[in-house]
């Protein structure tokens, strides 16, 4: 089971009341939190270099850790973060 980095609350606009409540894990390569569903058939991957899941999103595929990626965004490397 990947390490939990948040948790998600979903409100009814209307009402105010919850919906829904979830924690959630980040990917190592793009940053982006994402919900853990068992069995929801979503597949997500794993980077043995960062010793970490991904979202499994086509553009985390590819061994880029995100704290690189910030360094390459300050430095003007990257013109979009994603």
Request: aromatic share 8%; net charge positive.
């Amino acid at each position: 089971m990947p390490k939990i980095a948040g948790y998600g609350v979903a409100i009814d606009r209307e009402t105010g009341k919850t919906v829904d409540e979830h924690e959630t894990s980040r990917c190592v390569h793009c940053g982006g939190h994402f919900r853990i569903v068992p069995g929801s058939g979503r597949t997500r991957g794993y980077c043995f270099l960062c010793d970490g899941v991904t979202c499994g999103s086509r553009e985390c595929l590819e061994h880029y850790p995100f704290q690189k990626r910030l360094e390459d965004y300050e430095s003007g490397k990257l013109i979009i973060l994603r």
